[in-house]
T-cell receptor, first 111, second 114 residues
């Protein structure tokens, strides 16, 4: 299975702290994306990283990709209560038409 | 900012009934997708659609499912004879291209089969 698996399953931090979530996958990929989902809501795209990229930044988000270890990490710096959500990584299959989502990391930021 | 919209937000149906879930993708997007998320589980790919035909589908997308783009704006998912296990959130997504292109997701339709 291509599915990404996030780690940890749940993370609770104080506001202002950094949050790091990890994603591992099994087979080679073209791209990896991180999404956020607030409870009962749709998925919001955060960042896409290509297999030939090692790091990308977007505001308070930093994503790394290590294709040799088949893993990616999402770092949220200076967390806010509004960052409370579930975070998913999604990896593509060779055709690039479908993405395989992991089970997600549930992040709680305590004000 | 353009967004994917879905209707209805919540659909309740009796087992065995047909349901049609509707989506309006972002207007200049060419690729369309349906995903589902059973409560507490992963988001699962169902189908992708391009140029008026299915380009890829998963094992979940069996004969009871069908998709259609009946006009220039709507993209629909039909479940012919609903089962209890079809209860889930169904998300529509669209993108400008495949592969290294962001998929924009709609807010989802919660389907409850009784």
């Amino acid at each position: 299975s291509q599915q990404g698996e996030e780690d940890p399953q749940a993370l609770s931090i104080q506001e202002g702290e950094n949050a790091t979530m990890n994603c591992s996958y099994k087979t080679s990929i073209n791209n990896l994306q991180w999404y956020r989902q607030n409870s009962g809501r749709g998925l919001v795209h955060l960042i896409l990283i290509r297999s030939n990229e090692r790091e990308k930044h977007s505001g308070r988000l930093r994503v790394t990709l290590d294709t040799s270890k088949k893993s990616s990490s999402l770092l949220i710096t200076a967390s806010r209560a509004a960052d409370t959500a579930s975070y998913f990584c999604a990896t593509d299959a060779n055709t690039g038409n479908q993405f395989y989502f992991g089970t997600g990391t549930s992040l709680t930021v305590i004000p | 900012e353009p967004e994917v919209t879905q209707t209805p937000s919540h659909q309740v149906t009796q087992m065995g009934q047909e349901v049609i879930l509707r989506c309006v993708p972002i207007s200049n997007h060419l690729y369309f997708y349906w995903y589902r998320q059973i409560l507490g589980q992963k988001v699962e790919f169902l189908v992708s659609f391009y140029n008026n035909e299915i380009s890829e589908k998963s094992e979940i997308f069996d004969d009871q499912f069908s998709v259609e783009r009946p006009d220039g704006s709507n993209f629909t998912l039909k479940i012919r004879s609903t089962k209890l296990e079809d209860s889930a959130m169904y998300f529509c997504a669209s993108s400008t291209g495949q592969g290294a292109h962001e998929q924009f997701f709609g807010p989802g339709t919660r389907l409850t089969v009784l």
